[in-house]
T-cell receptor, first 107, second 116 residues
Framework: LAKTTQPISMDSYEGQEVNITCSHN???????ITWYQQFPSQGPRFIIQ???TKVTNEVASLFIPADRKSSTLSLPRVSLSDTAVYYC????????FGTGTRLQVFP | GAVVSQHPSRVICKSGTSVKIECRSL??????MFWYRQFPKQSLMLMAT?????????EQGVEKDKFLINHASLTLSTLTVTSAHPEDSSFYIC????????????FGPGTRLTVT
């Protein structure tokens, strides 16, 4: 199973763009990259998923280079409500959660 | 999007008793369900994987006789914590997946178990 490495924490201010990078050096050919958001005492919430290049939805963008050994979650114009833990996971099915990145957004 | 529910949302039980947590996929058929536990300020730890109609596969270090998992239908999986002890107090989260073109897991809201 591919292991992921993310920064433990990040700080930002409202209105800024936040980029969280995740490394997954031993990603397998059939692995997808998925990002989840988790608030305290809640289950993780799906943000975005991709396999290669760039994926964009209404809340985020996901950038994946050609070698797929890393990925970057981009959150445009964060707000206070984006303060949460963000997890990067790879896999076709069984997901192993790493430490996640604790994002703190300040006013 | 797909919805997964858990019941109860929180439960308090006495040491030595058993407690059952239900996980349901409300609007899709879940071929696979996963159970996680999460301690405060820590990441989710995968406990077991269950496929409908077959025995669950437990992660290393998880006692299968203590954490009984039943996945009797494509919409319901249950986790029973038997002979609960205070150290079993945790946040239990299930997720479900219905594999198609992408492999997205849908997570339940979690169940807070407190053993006194």
């Amino acid at each position: 199973l591919a292991k992921t490495t993310q920064p433990i924490s990040m700080d930002s201010y409202e209105g800024q763009e936040v980029n969280i990078t995740c490394s997954h050096n031993n990603i397998a050919t059939n692995d997808y990259i998925t990002w989840y958001q988790q608030f305290p005492s809640q289950g993780p919430r799906f943000i975005i998923q991709g396999y290669k290049t760039k994926v964009t939805n209404e809340v985020a963008s996901l950038f994946i280079p050609a070698d797929r050994k890393s990925s970057t979650l981009s959150l445009p114009r964060v707000s206070l409500s984006d303060t949460a833990v963000y997890y990067c996971l790879v896999g076709p099915d069984k997901l192993i959660f790493g430490t996640g990145t604790r994002l703190q957004v300040f006013p | 999007g797909a919805v997964v529910s858990q019941h109860p949302s929180r439960v308090i039980c006495k040491s030595g008793t058993s407690v059952k947590i239900e996980c349901r996929s409300l609007d899709f058929q879940a071929t696979t369900m996963f159970w996680y536990r999460q301690f405060p300020k820590q990441s989710l730890m995968l406990m077991a994987t269950s496929n409908e109609g077959s025995k669950a596969t437990y992660e290393q270090g998880v006692e299968k006789d203590k954490f009984l998992i039943n996945h009797a239908s494509l919409t319901l999986s249950t986790l029973t914590v038997t002979s609960a002890h205070p150290e079993d107090s945790s946040f239990y989260i299930c997720s479900a997946t219905s594999q198609g073109i992408t492999y997205e897991q849908y997570f339940g809201p979690g169940t807070r178990l407190t053993v006194t």
